[in-house]
């Protein structure tokens, strides 16, 4: 008798210390103690908010990670916009390469499809600051390093770099266009290239006005060119949302057409 109660002990002290096999280990999510560098304080409220929003709803598996800032967090649903089902977005306003380092470990963990990466123009913006630090180099090395990881940590995910887009200021466009074509001459053949600044720039190296909002995010308009840049990326990875048809209710059995009498009098 006591030999059972013994193994029963045994037993249930096993299965407690497993835990549960679905539940998501917490430390993929970034230290929301834990200073990044070169992150203000306005990003931060901005960052924290959403690595709360991204805990509450994980990635999950066989999911396409749209990894970015503001301009793909704006975008919202990516499913709707493709008609897909598996789209995770991981864009976090404000968000720059330090922040996105420290936020790799929830994408490594769940090993995507495939990740479309759009990052830089915050470190840009914040290096032309009169305190700022961050140069053309410590960018360009941080998009390299969040590749880098990504490549080691999860082999099997298909990587895409999406250039750094161009903005309405002539004072930084000509490092918009070193730090993506350092890039460029740096990550392919390992990493596919989707030159976004190509298809948003205007003759004067610009953003072209009719796709943007505030001269650096995207309207309506900018985001269905961008979406159909992607889309054929997209469908090599993506499930398909379903298309329900709703049954047609015309009666075919029965006229209904009322025939009104000619009233007409001829003289």
């Not at 994408?107 to 495939?114: E, G």
């Not at 909002?213 to 993506?238: E, F």
Request: glycine share 4%.
């Amino acid at each position: 008798m006591r030999y059972n109660n013994y193994l029963i002990f045994v037993l249930t002290l096993l299965v407690s210390c497993q835990g549960n096999p679905d539940e998501i280990p917490s430390h993929i999510y970034p230290n929301l103690n834990k200073e990044i560098r070169y992150q203000v304080d306005w990003q931060k409220k901005l960052y924290d908010k959403r690595i709360k929003e991204f805990k509450e709803s994980p990635i999950g598996y066989n999911q396409i990670v749209l990894l970015g800032n503001s301009i793909t967090e704006d975008a919202n649903d990516w499913n709707d916009r493709l008609g897909t089902e598996n789209i995770t977005n991981r864009g976090v306003s404000g968000d720059i390469t330090d922040g996105m380092l420290v936020r790799l470990d929830e994408i490594i963990y769940f090993k995507p499809l495939a990740i479309f990466l759009l990052i830089g123009i915050n470190d840009i913006y914040a290096m032309n600051l009169p305190d700022g630090k961050q140069t053309e180099k410590y960018i360009v090395n941080n998009v390299i390093k969040i590749l880098d990881i990504l490549l080691k940590e999860s082999p099997e995910t298909k990587l895409y770099l999406q250039t750094i887009l161009p903005t309405h200021r002539e004072d930084i466009k000509d490092q918009i266009k070193r730090i993506n074509r350092e890039l460029i001459n740096r990550v392919q053949p390992k990493v596919t290239v989707i030159d976004l600044y190509a298809l948003f720039s205007n003759e004067n190296d610009l953003m072209i006005g009719e796709y943007t909002s505030d001269g650096v995010h995207l309207n309506t308009y900018g985001y269905d060119i961008w979406v159909n840049s992607l889309r054929n990326h997209i469908n090599k990875y993506s499930v398909k949302r379903e298309i329900i048809l709703e049954p047609d209710s015309t009666d075919l059995n029965s006229d209904s057409t009322s025939v009104i009498p000619d009233s007409t009098t001829l003289f």
